[in-house]
């Protein structure tokens, strides 16, 4: 019965670790953990430009900027990730950040 008893890993929050090779990856988890927080927020800001009536042309252009960032860095990063947790993040903020930034553009991102 002793053989039952599963101990806690090191590095893993409620059974979920982005080092599943069984290696350290510090830089490219926080990168990951970044990607998907930039990609939120511009998702988030885009759907509060497309649903909220008078939002200035600043929130567009933050709106277009940061998903952009997100979809770029996103695409940057998936290159070099070493496990298959830290690419589904990175996906999942990259899919965020271009939805952020195609709302933005089509209220007017960029234009001036």
Do not use: C, W, Y
Request: hydrophobic share 55%; charged share 10%; glycine share 14%.
């Amino acid at each position: 019965m002793a053989d039952t008893v599963s101990r806690r890993k090191h590095g893993r929050f409620l059974g979920v670790t982005l080092n599943s090779d069984g290696q350290r990856h510090p830089v490219l988890n926080a990168v990951s953990i970044f990607i998907l927080l930039l990609g939120l927020i511009s998702f988030i800001l885009g759907l509060v430009i497309r649903n909220v009536p008078g939002t200035g042309h600043a929130v567009a252009t933050a709106t277009t900027v940061i998903g952009l960032v997100a979809l770029v860095v996103g695409l940057v990063t998936q290159m070099i990730s070493a496990t298959r947790e830290q690419r589904v993040l990175i996906v999942a903020g990259m899919i965020a950040g271009f939805v952020g930034l195609a709302l933005g553009l089509a209220h007017g991102g960029f234009s001036s």
